[in-house]
């Protein structure tokens, strides 16, 4: 069951603004065979992800749909997807660090599902006990901090 704008501290327009977001952002696909980022399950992991960071994502939120305001006059939600895919390209995308809260979250949400991690080749499972198998790496890398020495108290 999808959970509402009552499990967080979201209002419904905020949620409706979120979804809409995840789901321009990432879209579904029947190429690869996964969900978009507006999908019940993700969408609900987002929203109980969102809980920890709601002052900061309502204010991006706020923010984003300012910028449709002002660019196009309208709510973002009312645009064009044509439209709402540019806005999210110059205020999540380009690094902007206010509104950057909305690209993480549905970007961490989304990478944790198992129908995604499928898609990647990624077993869907816990790091431990088994482990991950890791490529070897060039150990020489970390001589920069063997050489500063033990800094712990």
């Not at 994502?57 to 449709?68: H, Q, V």
């Not at 709402?84 to 809260?101: K, M, P």
């Amino acid at each position: 069951m999808l959970s509402t704008a009552a499990n967080t501290q979201l209002d419904d327009t905020q949620v409706s603004l979120l979804r809409t977001v995840a789901g321009d952002m990432i879209p579904c696909s029947e190429q690869f065979q996964v969900p978009g980022a507006d999908d019940d399950m993700i969408f609900n992991e987002i929203l109980v992800v969102a809980q920890r960071e709601c002052e900061r994502l309502i204010e991006a939120l706020r923010l984003l749909e300012l910028s449709a305001q002002k660019k196009y006059s309208e709510s973002f939600i009312s645009l064009k997807k044509n439209r709402r895919i540019e806005i999210i390209e110059t205020e999540l995308l380009d690094s902007n660090a206010e509104c950057g809260v909305i690209r993480e979250l549905i970007l961490q949400c989304y990478y944790r599902d198992d129908r995604v991690l499928r898609s990647l080749g990624v077993e869907p499972r816990a790091p431990f006990p088994d482990g991950y198998d890791v490529e070897e790496s060039d150990w020489s890398l970390l001589e920069p901090v063997l050489r500063r020495g033990k800094i712990y108290r």
